[in-house]
Nanobody
Framework: QLQASGGGLVQAGGSLRLSCAAS????????MGWFRQAPGKEREFVAA????????YYADSVKGRFTISRDYAKNTAYLQMNSLKSEDTAVYYC?????????????????WGQGTLVTVSS
């Protein structure tokens, strides 16, 4: 199971850190991803991190502003979001994939968190 948290209301230019707590003995062996879905739009890839933590991947729209990380002791993945823009407003979902390679494709993820709302006011 995945439990996402950390969303909220923030002004443009501000920061938020999202957390995704995973349960289960094998949680640390999964590749982890963050996706988001804005009102009226399809779910889109935001960032992903390999099970080892050695590989990190970002959508072009967030590159340089967002940072994905994971804490193995806490079985938790994070998404640090800086310099937030109004277009970052969305429900953010964390997901876990058992794939050998990290993927940007949502359908390749096996487990999903419930989503946390991020609202950026301009």
């Amino acid at each position: 199971q995945l439990q996402a948290s950390g969303g909220g209301l923030v002004q443009a230019g501000g920061s938020l850190r999202l957390s995704c707590a995973a349960s289960g003995r094998t949680a640390n062996s999964y590749n982890m991803g963050w996706f988001r879905q804005a009102p009226g739009k399809e779910r889109e890839f935001v960032a992903a991190i390999t099970w080892s933590g050695s590989g990190k991947y970002y959508a072009d729209s967030v590159k340089g502003r967002f940072t994905i990380s994971r804490d193995y002791a806490k079985n938790t993945a994070y998404l640090q979001m800086n310099s937030l823009k109004s277009e970052d407003t969305a429900v953010y979902y964390c997901a876990a994939a058992r794939t050998a390679m990290v993927t940007r494709t949502s359908t390749r993820y096996d487990y999903w968190g419930q989503g946390t709302l991020v609202t950026v006011s301009s």
